[in-house]
């Protein structure tokens, strides 16, 4: 399958190895795409260490003889795409780890946003952990985080917490993206302590102003609520709409935004489907591109 899939503004490259996720993490990259007339690059990595005795065989024939139900994996995610209007190809890549594999992808594509699968209740967390490390550290893109587990038949109300800096507005504009393409409604929350201050007051209400302005032509409200525990106010929030799309903090170790922090949390208590949108500095994002 070719890389190029044209000329298009804007390309998400959507990384799939589980058939159960496919649906999931197709609806999301396309949605995304559609709302910025762009396309969608699918890749499924066969990773093969240079320690493995498979390594010595060319990367034609590892795919042909090791890559077991792959090929599926990437027709099944193309099929997805079927009557959308928006162009779908893909790959499969064989690489010494999943993680390269999927930067590799991105940077050939010269993607602006990766999206990948993350299970919040399964051991093999712990390796999907480490491969959204390395992913995030080294991505010349956006990345995006989607939570894998129950889906709503329908999507109504889309969560945005807001914050600080690029990572709010990145989960705005996919909050945006998801809503316009639900006709859902997306509020944007701020958490205060009780006692908070009326500077932190004031503060919170201009973040919920911006991070709705950023979402742009949707249904939206805005809200600053008062939490004694603001992942609990967060999860309890969750808890009530169908999608929630939280920014990360920061560009280093994803571990630090989603593993042992407020989104982790947020994505391993609520029943309902959670993204964690990372900006990146480089000069394919979808950001730095809008403000050049």
Partial sequence: MA?????????????????????????????????????????????????????????????AEFSGDRRELLDRAID????????????????????????????????????????????????????????????????????IGPTADGVETVLLPAGPGAHTTLAAGVSRAIARANDARVDVLRVVAPDAADETREEAETLVAEAASAVGDVATTTNVVEGEDVTETLVSAAEERDVTVVGGGGRGRLRRVVVGSTARTVGQRAETTVIVATHSQGPRSWLARRLS
């Avoid at 690059?41 to 024939?61: A, C, K, T, Y």
């Avoid at 991105?106 to 990948?116: K, N, S």
């Fill in 3 to 63: 890389t190029d899939t044209g000329t298009t503004d804007y390309r998400v490259v959507v990384s799939v190895a589980d058939p159960d996720h496919v649906g999931q993490l197709m609806r999301t990259a396309l949605d995304v795409a559609r709302d910025r007339d762009g396309d969608v690059f699918v890749v499924s990595v066969v990773g093969e260490s240079r320690s493995s005795p498979f390594w010595v065989f060319r990367d034609e024939v590892i795919k």
């Fill in 80 to 147: 997805a795409a079927e009557g959308t209007g928006i162009d779908v190809d893909g790959r499969l890549a064989v690489a010494d780890s999943v993680a390269s594999g999927i930067l590799t992808a991105a940077t050939d594509c010269d993607a602006d946003a990766i999206l990948m699968g993350w299970h919040a209740r399964r051991h093999s967390d712990i390796l999907m952990g480490h491969i959204v490390d390395d992913v995030v550290a080294s991505a010349p893109c956006d990345v995006l985080v989607e939570k």
